[in-house]
């Protein structure tokens, strides 16, 4: 078992400087790195899935087939027009980042923090719970059989 480096920087040191490769002290030598076609690891994007096309019903199959195919081929995406409010976001970005450059002594979640973090988990929780029905649907899953 790897031993754990407690004099690693704080992360609000690593988003300082722009970083354009994993440090060295993250990597796990026994994984395999992913293959890429061309062997460039930044000439695939991240698939988009819009949740506004989602929801409506207009060509919602297509969108499913969408959904279906990016998790089964990536794994994961990147969801745009999901609901949550850009303020939110940014409020929960600031708090963040003010957290991160307290002490270490300091970074209790503060009520402020907290109330921020509450509102988002709520958000994310409802968005959630539409992409798991989604997924079922698109996996011709009944819901009933999702809740059990």
């Known amino acids: 078992?790897?031993?754990?480096?407690?004099?690693?920087?704080?992360?609000?040191?690593?988003?300082?400087e722009p970083m354009i490769a994993v440090p060295q002290k993250y990597i796990r030598p026994y994984q395999e790195p992913p293959a890429f076609s061309d062997g460039n690891p930044f000439s695939s994007t991240v698939p988009t899935i819009d949740m506004k096309q989602l929801v409506l019903e207009e060509d919602i199959d297509l969108e499913l087939e969408k959904l279906h195919s990016t998790c089964k081929e990536w794994g994961l995406f990147q969801l745009v027009n999901h609901g949550v409010s850009s303020s939110l976001l940014e409020k929960l970005k600031h708090e963040i980042e003010e957290f991160f450059k307290l002490p270490l002594e300091e970074n209790e979640i503060q009520e402020k923090a907290r109330n921020t973090i509450e509102?988002?988990?709520l958000e994310l929780q409802t968005l959630a719970m539409t992409l798991v029905r989604l997924m079922g649907k698109a996996l011709k899953i009944e819901i009933r059989e999702m809740e059990d």
């Not at 407690?6 to 040191?13: H, R």
């Open 1 to 16: 078992m790897a031993s754990l480096d407690l004099a690693a920087p704080s992360v609000i040191e690593h988003t300082k």
């Open 119 to 121: 509102s988002y988990f």
